[in-house]
């Protein structure tokens, strides 16, 4: 317990059923004694996932649309410390059960999907999210001629007045898994990744399957040195945080 009588982490009461994954449950780890704080992460999922960039004045207003964000935080010595923050794809995800029209809701393979189509904008899903990562566009940020030739083909352009946030580039994910299942197999470890761990420089982030207890991403999750931020909650984030050699962390 804390200063104040709170705990945390420990038991958590549940009221949903467990989720089945059968083949594959997505997640992520990210080591912070190998992250940097270089933003080549972000960088890399705005042009993987055709993020608009709103400028400077929308961004003051908190109209910033990146679903990945170098978090920065002080620690209990006022050191300045950072954390990739990015959608946990929760077991539990608050976002989800306050969806009037189901845009946001869990995949068989562990992803919380966001389908744009039914989505109406209420916004009840950011509100619900702790870790506050869901974006709403609240407008049109369309590229015009020559530069639209610079989307990814592979992800749709959404339009105004929908929530949208990190997927795990699932257009990566279909696509080894089409592949795989052209060849009878399951996808295997290493096989593909996501655009943030592609595109980081010191492979501070590993992108896998959970449910293969031989993948890095699992032996990296369950090592001695992971955590969960804001474990108290009980979400069971699919993102593993693992701590600075020789010290502590809370997120």
């Known amino acids: 317990e804390d200063e104040h009588g709170h705990g945390h982490g ?33 960088a890399a999922c705005y042009v993987e996932n055709n993020i ?4 400077k004045e929308e961004h003051l207003k908190g109209r910033e649309m990146s679903w990945i964000r170098i978090q920065p935080y002080f620690d209990k010595s006022e050191k300045l410390e950072f954390v990739p923050m990015l959608c946990q794809h929760c077991d539990n995800a608050p976002c989800e059960p306050v969806c009037p029209v189901y845009a946001a ?6 992803l919380n999907v966001q389908v744009y189509n039914r ?22 940020h369309r590229l015009e001629a020559p530069l639209d030739k610079m989307y990814n083909p592979y992800v749709a352009v959404r339009d105004r007045g929908i929530m949208e946030k990190c997927t795990f580039c699932i257009q990566r994910i279909r696509s ?3 592949k795989a299942k052209d060849e009878n197999r399951l996808v295997g470890d290493g096989e593909f990744t996501t655009a943030c761990a592609q595109t980081c420089p010191t492979n501070a982030i590993t992108f896998g399957n959970l449910e293969d207890k ?9 090592s001695d040195e992971a955590y969960v931020a804001l474990e108290e909650l009980g979400t069971k984030p699919a993102v593993h945080y693992l701590r600075k050699k020789g ?3 809370e997120a």
């Open 105 to 110: 809701y869990h995949n068989p393979e562990g």
């Open 176 to 178: 080894a898994k089409d």
């Open 214 to 222: 031989n993948s890095r991403v699992y032996q990296l999750a369950h």
């Open 52 to 55: 608009p960039i709103v400028g």
């Open 119 to 140: 989505c109406v904008g209420t916004r009840y899903c950011a509100n619900n999210c702790p870790y506050k990562v869901r974006r709403f566009n609240w407008f049109d």
């Open 247 to 249: 010290k502590h962390h």
């Open 10 to 42: 420990g038991e958590h009461e549940e009221w949903y059923p467990e989720h089945e994954h059968e083949n594959y449950r997505w997640g992520m780890a990210i080591d912070l004694d190998s992250c940097i704080g270089c933003n080549a992460c972000a």
